[in-house]
């Protein structure tokens, strides 16, 4: 896609060359209980390209900075994190499975740092989600 081969010029250049690379998989910021299903793209991306993914997690953020609010809490909210380890996309056959382990993965860490979630009714809601989207195609 144009898309990648704009991520690959940046990546190449001297100038603007990172260490990493930082995204939303979920699309946007998700503030239910449940975690969504990931975008492939980015994931796409990483495999073709043999660059790990690296799950970071943070829980708390919309307490400190509301954007559908414009409220932004300077009295000390507690932000809480986790960092995982490296997924290697050369330790899979195929994007499916590592989709797939990056997406369990995903859902694993969420539900460390979130316990009061649900997983049922978190793959109920990943379902009706997916529906509503084939719906509109």
């Given at each position: 896609?144009?898309?990648?081969a704009?991520?690959?010029?940046?990546?190449?250049?001297?100038?603007t060359?990172?260490?990493?690379?930082?995204?939303?998989?979920e699309?946007?910021?998700?503030?239910?209980?449940?975690?969504?299903?990931?975008?492939?793209?980015?994931?796409?991306?990483?495999?073709?390209?043999?660059?790990?993914?690296?799950?970071?997690?943070?829980?708390?953020?919309?307490e400190?900075?509301?954007?559908?609010?414009f409220r932004?809490?300077?009295?000390?909210?507690?932000?809480?994190?986790?960092?995982?380890e490296?997924?290697?996309?050369?330790?899979?056959?195929?994007?499916?499975?590592?989709?797939?382990?990056?997406?369990?993965?995903?859902?694993?860490k969420?539900?460390q740092?979130?316990?009061?979630?649900?997983?049922?009714?978190?793959?109920?809601?990943?379902?009706?989600?997916?529906?509503?989207?084939?719906?509109?195609?």
């Amino acid at each position: 896609t144009k898309f990648f081969a704009w991520l690959d010029e940046m990546w190449e250049c001297p100038r603007t060359r990172r260490p990493g690379l930082v995204v939303y998989p979920e699309g946007h910021r998700n503030t239910s209980p449940h975690p969504l299903r990931l975008k492939r793209g980015m994931i796409q991306y990483a495999y073709d390209r043999c660059i790990p993914v690296q799950i970071v997690l943070a829980f708390g953020l919309e307490e400190a900075v509301n954007e559908n609010e414009f409220r932004v809490d300077t009295s000390g909210c507690l932000i809480r994190y986790t960092v995982d380890e490296p997924l290697f996309p050369n330790k899979f056959t195929s994007e499916d499975e590592f989709y797939e382990a990056v997406q369990h993965r995903f859902n694993s860490k969420f539900y460390q740092m979130n316990p009061s979630s649900s997983r049922i009714s978190a793959q109920q809601q990943i379902d009706r989600a997916e529906n509503r989207h084939m719906a509109r195609l």
